[in-house]
């Protein structure tokens, strides 16, 4: 075979390689990304826009990735509950992918030698020092949780610390787990959990539209319970201004981001 053949054959296959690992991000984002690609990351969080957000991920033909913790929600049952799977039925069948955000949400406050760290309770329901192996339950748990509701869903080898708080143990720990710690960039904090009297919507919003660069992890939530001005009602004004900069959506790679 003549050497401009092969190598023909081998960027066709490289072309075609190239297309699969891409994959929900090219269907997802126009050609052209002038601007760059950015990274949209929801946690769990109240829910109570939950519906409306996915809403507008849709519209904007938005796939983000969605780090699952089970926590209470605004319906009274936890976001990882029996009444929440068709809500996560649906994300995954939508193409958003998952990751771990812990099972209980509670928070690394220190660690207690090689192999155990402090994970404390914000709400008082207790605290626990984790060795190897509950920490890798506390990690694979939401998962399982997840996958009872949602069986196809596509799940990264990542997690990410409630409050993206961690620990040099904790982190050793997960990566033991076989994950990776995702938090986000510094441009990336979208401020939809500050108080909105004094971060409001229309702030918040001028500011991601104008710092968001390159490579961004933004994070959001699935509604905040304290916020009485909720980011959702500015959520797709950032969506398609950024878009409208040139800007490419994209789930996170497996390896994740920095």
Do not use: K
């Not at 990264?156 to 997960?174: H, N």
């Not at 500015?234 to 959506?249: H, K, Y």
């Amino acid at each position: 075979m003549r050497a401009e053949a092969r190598a023909r054959i081998l960027g066709a296959a490289l072309a075609v390689l190239g297309a699969i690992a891409a994959g929900g991000a090219a269907a997802q984002a126009p050609a052209s990304c002038p601007a760059g690609t950015v990274y949209l990351t929801i946690d769990t969080g109240w829910g109570r826009e939950a519906e409306r957000i996915a809403e507008i991920l849709r519209r904007r033909g938005v796939r983000a990735t969605l780090f699952v913790a089970n926590e209470p929600t605004h319906t009274g049952e936890h976001s990882l509950a029996p009444g929440w799977a068709a809500f996560w039925r649906a994300r995954a069948a939508e193409g958003h992918v998952f990751a771990s955000h812990t099972d209980r949400h509670w928070y690394f406050r220190g660690d207690a030698g090689p192999g155990r760290t402090r994970y404390v309770s914000r709400s008082r329901e207790g605290e626990e020092v984790l060795d190897q192996a509950a920490m890798c339950r506390e990690l694979a748990r939401p998962i399982e949780r997840l996958r009872a509701a949602a069986p196809d869903a596509v799940v990264l080898p990542l997690w990410r610390a409630p409050g993206g708080i961690v620990t040099p143990g904790a982190i050793r720990m997960a990566e033991a787990c076989g994950l990776r710690h995702q938090g986000w960039t510094t441009n990336g904090f979208l401020g939809d959990e500050l108080p909105s009297d004094a971060h409001p919507n229309a702030a918040l919003a001028r500011r991601a539209l104008a710092h968001t660069r390159d490579g961004e992890v933004l994070v959001m939530h699935w509604g905040i319970r304290s916020r009485r001005d909720p980011y959702a009602n500015v959520l797709e004004e950032v969506i398609s201004g950024l878009q409208a900069r040139g800007f490419c959506f994209a789930t996170l790679p497996p390896e994740g981001r920095r």
